[in-house]
């Protein structure tokens, strides 16, 4: 049980509630709750015992402290078991359709007891659906199309994956004759880990009102189409091959900042701008910023002139999630987030020795051309059989090798020496104590055993780092996105140790990890812990590929300062735990 599971089930049950025709006022306070769990940095398991605690978080009360409580101790809610029974699982599959919400699923099930997805199509197939109210051709066609993209889109993807297929798609747009920018927005934008659909907003001349009909077309006819969902005056939806929804709209740059303003924004975000409008007097949409009583315009062509005409400063993209940015925004008080140009060495990085295909001189090479200060080589300990792991006579060797480059560079470039050496089961490192003590740079990162309990993982890890030898936790959670989940893991436990022994949790950058994520980046900073982003580079051409990372970081709301690689080389060894 973890926040994010906890945040499920309440959403879950305001979802079912309300198809039950519930007090909206309830709804609305499990909505809250919902909100209030995913987004908090406090562990709402080890809170359980203490109401007091949960209610000092925004969005509980009394009540739903008590839900809290009962979830902990049930692994479930009494009012969701209930109407799950009463209406099906199958009911909560249906409410991840496109389009469709709670009052829609109340009219499947009270007109046909519709309540799975399988019903759904079977009743479309069947015409049952003609006749019922909402319910004319184009809607069952919707719905129909609806169900297909679920069943072949159901997934997400890989901030990598999306990116490259956006940069793909944003190249042919360009060379459209009228276009002139094109700007991915969504959560692509916003620097999120994984991606659902693909938001993209071009302006220019072919974008003017009544003049998109040519653009439309040559969207339309992009090569890597599989299938086109809508093809209107000024958008286009569609899927690419691999199942990602596209979404391509056609704006005049007279609007174009309310539209990247509006489509970057998380819903939260967004509902909380358009509220302080009101109070001042405006309406914000995808259009513009106008006044309410004459509806004259104030800002609409850029982001920065909406936010100032809000009496705010503008933000990162990527802060944009109602973590309290806009209060921020409003009192001039944002933090300068960490940008990936803040970034002067990567320390995580292996070579041919091991897993890695490229030696340690062509590594130094290709991080100077980086423009990076240092590096640190850490391969594989000898645990892990199948990267040709070191053994204590090889690591030896190595940090002679390391020395030799270092001095043969010639001040270009500073190289530590390092290893990344396995957790074994018990806690215990795999390579002794003696060795390690040599390396200017220790990642400890567990690679086996990830079926351990919570108990036994909380242990296994706090055992590793407090061998004073640890300067570095690598990838902490040991996740690959949308492959394996996180292993199960008490990390503020964790993290209160490794701030207390200054231990540096690493932010690895690469994409299939982005480990740690978000939320316990925040968590980490809260509790005073040392950050340290690398690459976990294998091969010299995804040096300086840390960029994802750096998207992290900043939804963490992180500075330089708190990142140890945003130093120069004597600082960043200067930042880490004191050697043994």
């Known amino acids: 049980?973890?926040?994010?599971?906890?945040?499920?089930?309440?959403?879950?049950?305001?979802?079912?509630?309300?198809?039950?025709?519930?007090?909206?006022?309830?709804?609305?306070?499990?909505?809250?709750?919902?909100?209030?769990?995913?987004?908090?940095?406090?562990?709402?398991?080890?809170?359980?015992?203490?109401?007091?605690?949960?209610?000092?978080?925004?969005?509980?009360?009394?009540?739903?402290?008590?839900?809290?409580?009962?979830?902990?101790?049930?692994?479930?809610?009494?009012?969701?078991?209930?109407?799950?029974?009463?209406?099906?699982?199958?009911?909560?599959?249906?409410?991840?359709?496109?389009?469709?919400?709670?009052?829609?699923?109340?009219?499947?099930?009270?007109?046909?007891?519709?309540?799975?997805?399988?019903?759904?199509?079977?009743?479309?197939?069947?015409?049952?659906?003609?006749?019922?109210p909402r319910m004319g051709d184009k809607q069952i066609e919707k719905l129909r199309k609806g169900i297909e993209d679920y069943r072949r889109s159901v997934g997400r993807f890989r901030i990598d994956v999306a990116e490259e297929e956006a940069e793909r798609i944003v190249a042919y747009l360009k060379k459209f004759k009228g276009i002139d920018k094109v700007t991915p927005a969504g959560s692509l934008r916003r620097g999120r880990e994984t991606i659902g659909d693909l938001d993209l907003l071009a302006t220019g001349p072919a974008c003017a009102p009544e003049k998109t009909g040519a653009a439309v077309e040559y969207i339309a006819a992009y090569p890597g189409i599989h299938d086109i969902i809508v093809k209107g005056e000024n958008k286009v939806s569609f899927h690419v091959a691999q199942g990602m929804q596209v979404d391509v709209r056609l704006l005049p740059s007279a609007s174009y900042g309310a539209a990247l303003q509006y489509f970057t924004g998380s819903k939260a975000h967004n509902v909380v701008l358009r509220q302080r409008a009101l109070k001042m007097g405006y309406t914000l949409n995808e259009w513009a910023l106008a006044r309410l009583d004459d509806e004259s315009i104030v800002a609409a062509a850029t982001e920065e002139e909406i936010y100032s005409a809000l009496k705010m400063d503008w933000m990162p993209p990527e802060m944009r999630e109602n973590l309290g940015e806009i209060d921020a925004a409003a009192d001039h008080k944002l933090p300068r987030v960490v940008a990936l140009s803040d970034i002067r060495g990567d320390v995580h990085m292996h070579t041919a020795a091991s897993d890695g295909r490229n030696s340690i001189g062509e590594m130094a090479e290709a991080a100077i051309a980086c423009g990076y200060q240092y590096i640190a080589i850490?391969?594989?300990?000898?645990?892990?059989?199948?990267?040709?792991?070191?053994?204590?006579?090889?690591?030896?060797?190595?940090?002679?090798?390391?020395?030799?480059?270092?001095?043969?560079?010639?001040?270009?470039?500073?190289?530590?020496?390092?290893?990344?050496?396995?957790?074994?089961?018990?806690?215990?490192?795999?390579?002794?104590?003696?060795?390690?003590?040599?390396?200017?740079?220790?990642?400890?990162?567990?690679?086996?055993?990830?079926?351990?309990?919570?108990?036994?993982?909380?242990?296994?890890?706090?055992?590793?780092?407090?061998?004073?030898?640890?300067?570095?936790?690598?990838?902490?959670?040991?996740?690959?996105?949308?492959?394996?989940?996180?292993?199960?893991?008490?990390?503020?436990?964790?993290?209160?140790?490794?701030?207390?022994?200054?231990?540096?949790?690493?932010?690895?950058?690469?994409?299939?990890?982005?480990?740690?994520?978000?939320?316990?980046?925040?968590?980490?900073?809260?509790?005073?812990?040392?950050?340290?982003?690398?690459?976990?580079?294998?091969?010299?051409?995804?040096?300086?590929?840390?960029?994802?990372?750096?998207?992290?970081?900043?939804?963490?709301?992180?500075?330089?300062?708190?990142?140890?690689?945003?130093?120069?080389?004597?600082?960043?060894?200067?930042?880490?735990?004191?050697?043994?």
């Open 1 to 132: 049980m973890d926040n994010k599971t906890m945040a499920r089930l309440l959403a879950e049950t305001a979802d079912l509630m309300e198809i039950d025709g519930a007090d909206s006022f309830r709804v609305r306070s499990y909505r809250r709750a919902a909100d209030a769990a995913e987004q908090t940095t406090v562990d709402l398991v080890e809170a359980a015992n203490d109401a007091a605690r949960l209610m000092e978080i925004d969005g509980i009360g009394k009540s739903m402290a008590a839900k809290l409580q009962a979830i902990v101790a049930t692994g479930t809610l009494p009012q969701r078991d209930e109407l799950l029974a009463k209406y099906g699982v199958g009911i909560l599959e249906l409410l991840k359709l496109p389009g469709m919400g709670p009052k829609t699923v109340t009219l499947l099930w009270d007109a046909a007891q519709i309540g799975t997805v399988d019903q759904l199509a079977g009743a479309i197939d069947a015409g049952r659906l003609k006749g019922l």
């Open 378 to 580: 850490t391969d594989h300990s000898k645990f892990i059989g199948i990267t040709n792991g070191l053994d204590e006579k090889r690591v030896l060797e190595q940090i002679k090798q390391v020395r030799e480059v270092d001095s043969a560079i010639k001040g270009r470039i500073r190289i530590f020496t390092g290893i990344e050496v396995d957790i074994l089961a018990d806690g215990a490192l795999a390579l002794a104590d003696e060795v390690l003590a040599q390396m200017d740079v220790v990642i400890a990162s567990i690679h086996s055993r990830f079926d351990q309990s919570r108990e036994e993982m909380t242990q296994r890890v706090m055992r590793a780092i407090e061998n004073p030898n640890v300067r570095i936790l690598g990838h902490p959670t040991g996740r690959l996105l949308l492959r394996r989940e996180p292993f199960a893991l008490d990390m503020g436990a964790i993290l209160r140790r490794a701030a207390e022994l200054g231990v540096a949790m690493e932010h690895n950058a690469a994409p299939e990890r982005l480990d740690l994520n978000d939320h316990d980046l925040r968590l980490a900073k809260e509790l005073g812990c040392k950050i340290v982003m690398s690459s976990d580079s294998h091969d010299s051409r995804n040096l300086g590929k840390m960029g994802y990372g750096a998207r992290q970081l900043r939804r963490a709301w992180l500075t330089p300062e708190d990142v140890l690689n945003t130093r120069d080389a004597k600082g960043f060894l200067a930042g880490l735990r004191p050697r043994a």
